[in-house]
């Protein structure tokens, strides 16, 4: 079985988890094969996920907000679900009380 | 219908090619339906006769990972449209205000990871629809006020992993609709009094790894907080009233910092607040009073100076789950039978003397107690009579001489060593269950791991009477239910319980 070779940008390579350390400034997403988790180094973290900056490490955690396709942070969602209504970083099925959605936007203003 | 060819003039300076893209320009998705082609240094969006009667809707520039270092007034020129542009993670020493200038329409701006020092006052001023700004990772020496003041509609703003070392007055104050404002990893050493004036919206505040002295004073502007960070700063009190302006305060991070005094008042009023955690505190001589804070989940207070704990400690926290009170000074307990949704308690390495009937009565979620590490020297017949689903009790190293069995059923781990006048049998039939036993003496283990027969040689005669088949019968229904206990001090050759 050959070994996943490491995405450019690596700055320490595993033979079987791909890149354990990225060049400074990239995030590193941890992609899942089988029972293994593969290291790849990105300028930007994919969809459905978003990047933790930190001086020793920069992570692609996954975006878990309900009904959110992706975030600015743990709790915060920048894009949700077609169909829902973004509210200060939150998706709703409808705008809450005293808001409501401008022209044609699926944002909720007050 | 006009064609629409969106030209995209990329007459960018190049620097060095860096990180994992390397040299060459490698930009963002096609917008849906249209047709993408390079041309050079030039990029062909064809999005002609697609019926389109605006722009298309996710329209995004992605240019992050290249070496740019500087970008053209023009580069997003006829790109009224343009949602997301993103240029993280380039050589970029200064904003390219002047192509900022038509992009009304921009919602996400992502200059993370760049090399900029100070954002000129008006750079943006037409980004009108701006929510999500990341600027985090560059050299910012201060907060770019007059930059950011021009933002009204911003949502999110991350200035981490700067150089920032003072927050002044009125920093945010046009910002009413910013949620999550990001400053972790600065060197932020002081805060002006009026620091978060104006952020009426905000929820998150993120102030961890910076060089505070003083607690953060001026969040009491933040009137609709949910989350604060100030952990790992250096931080030596938490005054009086401290959250008094933040009601809705769901968590709190303060930890790595030398914390040595809390008001008493500090924690009160957080009726959303779910957990507390405070190590280390060592002039820290009261329990803290936390009166309408009532949704608390988990306490931990531990390597502080408490002697006491006050008589409406679970009417202050009806929905207690865990509460860690170790290493303190504690010498007598309240009744906990109120914190009726208590789960694990641990009040181990204090100076507990005894446990009173009623102290644990009634806790019908009770799974772990831990009162190691004490002055135990007696606990009355009933107080563990009423914890059904208590399966994990610790009292080792304590002064006890006995131990009452009666609602000890359902335990699985008991711990008891280090109590050297408790030399009593410890009965089988009291604890069916128990998997793992800790006990002052080896011969307590006999009644548990079988040691009789199977590996003390002072019996081999007298089982020679025995039919085999009985014995071997006998030896693996003993081998089965014992074998499942770990009981320590194991009895062996040299602690046989002959004597028993």
């Given at each position: 079985e050959v070994?996943?070779?490491?995405?450019?940008?690596?700055?320490l390579c595993s033979e079987y988890n791909g890149c354990l350390k990225c060049m400074p400034k990239l995030f590193i997403l941890l992609e899942r094969n089988d029972i293994r988790q593969i290291g790849v180094c990105l300028a930007s973290c994919p969809v459905g996920y978003f990047g933790v900056r930190n001086p020793d490490m920069n992570k692609c955690n996954k975006c878990r907000i309900e009904n959110c396709e992706d975030c600015f942070s743990r709790n915060f969602c920048t894009k949700c679900k077609e169909g829902l209504y973004s509210h200060k970083g939150r998706c709703y099925p409808s705008c809450p009380e005293g808001f409501s959605a401008t022209n044609g936007t699926t944002e909720c203003t007050s | 219908m006009p064609q629409t060819w969106l030209l995209f003039p990329l007459l960018l300076a190049v620097a060095a090619p860096r990180g994992a893209q390397g040299s060459g320009l490698r930009h963002g998705g096609?917008?849906?339906?249209?047709?993408?082609?390079?041309?050079?240094?030039?990029?062909?969006?064809?999005?002609?006769?697609?019926?389109?009667?605006?722009?298309?809707?996710?329209?995004?520039?992605?240019?992050?990972?290249?070496?740019?270092?500087?970008?053209?007034?023009?580069?997003?020129?006829?790109?009224?449209?343009?949602?997301?542009?993103?240029?993280?993670?380039?050589?970029?020493?200064?904003?390219?205000?002047?192509?900022?200038q038509n992009l009304r329409n921009l919602q996400s701006f992502r200059l993370d990871a760049n090399r900029i020092h100070s954002i000129p006052p008006g750079c943006f001023h037409s980004l009108v629809s701006l929510r999500h700004l990341w600027l985090d990772d560059n050299a910012l020496t201060e907060v770019p006020i007059q930059a950011l003041g021009e933002l009204s509609s911003l949502q999110a703003v991350t200035l981490a992993l700067n150089k920032i070392c003072?927050?002044?007055d009125h920093a945010f104050a046009t910002l009413s609709s910013l949620v999550v404002l990001h400053l972790h990893h600065n060197n932020?050493?002081?805060?002006?009094?009026?620091?978060?004036?104006g952020l009426w919206s905000l929820e998150t505040l993120d102030l961890s790894y910076n060089n505070l002295v003083e607690f953060p004073v001026p969040i009491k502007a933040l009137t609709?907080?949910?989350?604060?960070?100030?952990?790992?700063?250096?931080?030596?009190?938490?005054?009086?009233?401290?959250?008094?302006?933040?009601?809705?305060?769901?968590?709190?991070?303060?930890?790595?910092?030398?914390?040595?005094?809390?008001?008493?008042?500090?924690?009160?009023?957080?009726?959303?607040?779910?957990?507390?955690?405070?190590?280390?505190?060592?002039e820290v001589l009261e329990f803290p009073d936390l009166t309408g804070t009532k949704s608390l989940e988990s306490l931990t207070i531990t390597e502080a100076r408490i002697s006491s704990l006050p008589g409406s400690l679970c009417d202050q926290l009806p929905k207690l789950q865990a509460l860690d009170l170790s290493y303190n000074l504690i010498q007598h307990l309240p009744s906990f039978s109120r914190c009726r949704t208590i789960q694990k308690i641990d009040?181990?390495?204090?100076?507990i003397q005894e446990v009173r009937a009623g102290t644990f009565?009634?806790?019908?979620?009770?799974?772990?107690?831990?009162?190691?590490?004490?002055?135990?020297?007696?606990?009355?017949?009933?107080?563990?009579?009423?914890?059904?689903?208590?399966?994990?009790?610790?009292?080792?190293?304590?002064?006890?001489?006995?131990?009452?069995?009666?609602?000890?059923?359902?335990?699985?781990?008991?711990?008891?060593?280090?109590?050297?006048?408790?030399?009593?049998?410890?009965?089988a039939e009291d604890f069916p269950k128990l998997r793992v036993m800790e006990m002052p003496y080896a011969f307590q283990c006999c009644a548990f791991v079988g040691c009789e027969r199977s590996q003390d040689p002072w019996y081999a005669e007298e089982s020679e009477g025995h039919d085999l088949e009985d014995l071997l019968l006998e030896l693996e229904e003993d081998f089965t239910s014992k074998q499942s206990v770990q009981c320590s001090p194991a009895p062996g050759p040299f602690r046989p319980c002959y004597h028993l």
């Open positions: 070994p996943p070779s490491c995405t450019r940008g690596c700055e | 096609c917008p849906s339906g249209c047709r993408c082609e390079e041309d050079g240094a030039r990029v062909r969006v064809d999005c002609s006769d697609l019926g389109l009667t605006a722009l298309p809707a996710n329209l995004s520039v992605r240019l992050a990972g290249n070496g740019l270092s500087h970008i053209h007034t023009g580069a997003f020129s006829g790109l009224e449209g343009l949602r997301v542009l993103m240029l993280q993670n380039n050589q970029l020493q200064q904003i390219p205000c002047e192509a900022l003072h927050i002044p932020i050493h002081s805060l002006g009094e009026k620091a978060f004036d609709n907080l949910k989350e604060l960070g100030f952990h790992s700063n250096s931080i030596r009190s938490i005054p009086e009233k401290a959250f008094v302006g933040n009601p809705l305060l769901q968590m709190i991070f303060f930890y790595d910092n030398p914390i040595q005094i809390v008001g008493k008042s500090a924690f009160q009023h957080l009726p959303e607040l779910r957990m507390l955690s405070l190590n280390g505190a060592a009040l181990h390495h204090n100076a009565q009634g806790l019908m979620e009770l799974r772990a107690l831990d009162l190691s590490w004490n002055r135990v020297q007696s606990v009355e017949p009933h107080a563990f009579a009423d914890l059904p689903v208590l399966s994990k009790l610790d009292l080792s190293s304590n002064l006890l001489s006995s131990l009452p069995a009666a609602g000890l059923r359902g335990l699985t781990h008991l711990k008891l060593a280090g109590n050297d006048g408790l030399r009593e049998l410890i009965s």
